[in-house]
């Protein structure tokens, strides 16, 4: 059986590469899959990756997900700072997700520290880069659907 990992991805991560390089870095979101789908594969595992601008549309992944991946890695950019509706949509399919930011948003502007996600994610990867995805998915590689352990 195929394990998925359904990597989601929020409002502004299509400008990487171009957008305040000196915060998020050089490399693309195409980049960044690419090093995921390599990753994924050494580790026995598939990726979905996606990007949208929408915030309900990262929900109704969220709710894909709980139904068509083991786990997922979220990246909801600004999203993690205000939106309910995500916290609510991880909470309700009770899917193992690890919260992922290129930068460090503690060591950013103060609306930054505080994450929607944060209360119901496995755990949280900031402030290493695109790395920071990698990371994410040897975490997850060890674990089984264990859904409910939390």
Known sequence: MTRTVFILN?????????????????????????????RADALGLEVDFRQTNAE????????EAGDKAFAAILNAGAYTHTSVAIHDAIRAVALPVIEVHLSN???RESFRHVSYIAPVARGIICGLGPVGYELALEALAGQQDNRATD
């Open 105 to 107: 948003i503690h060591n």
């Open 56 to 63: 309900g549309t990262l929900v109704d992944w969220i709710h």
């Open 10 to 38: 929020g409002p502004n991560l299509n400008l990487l590469g171009r957008r305040e390089p000196a915060t998020y870095g050089a490399e693309t979101l195409d980049d960044i899959a690419g090093r995921c789908r390599r």
